[in-house]
């Protein structure tokens, strides 16, 4: 993949930097690290945001299953939004403009409660990404 990636670029520049980082196979750090590092602080920013959530609405019931139930709604939510921004829902008067918003904040929905879904179940996703994806890279 990486391989293809260089390919298609054919950049001289990025080939030089790939050759920088990739030395040798052992010494692979992956292009994403700083991502990966973001995904802690982007999971500490909803954990907060999930406290003021309990602290503004105390009845709301947020036991083990509260996060994957919500990330489903949220889910639905998002596709809801991308089926009217193409075509394949009703667009109830709205631009384009505003269901592509809208469709930005529901994937966003679904991006916090999957890091908090994670996080509550004790998944670093820094760890099981590189494991699942990014072990590919390597190759
Ligand atoms: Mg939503």
Known sequence: MLTSLHCRSGGIGI???LKIVCRKAW???SPLRHLMS???ELTRKVKKIVEMYKGEYPDVKMDRDYFPHKLTEEWGECMK???MLTDRGRQKGFTKEQIKQNFSDEIADVFGYLLAFAD???IDL???LEKKWFVHLKK
């Open 38 to 40: 973001d995904l802690k």
């Open 81 to 83: 939004e991308y089926l």
């Open 120 to 122: 509550s179940e004790g």
């Open 126 to 128: 820094e760890e099981a």
């Open 15 to 17: 080939r030089a930097r």
């Open 27 to 29: 010494e692979f750090e």
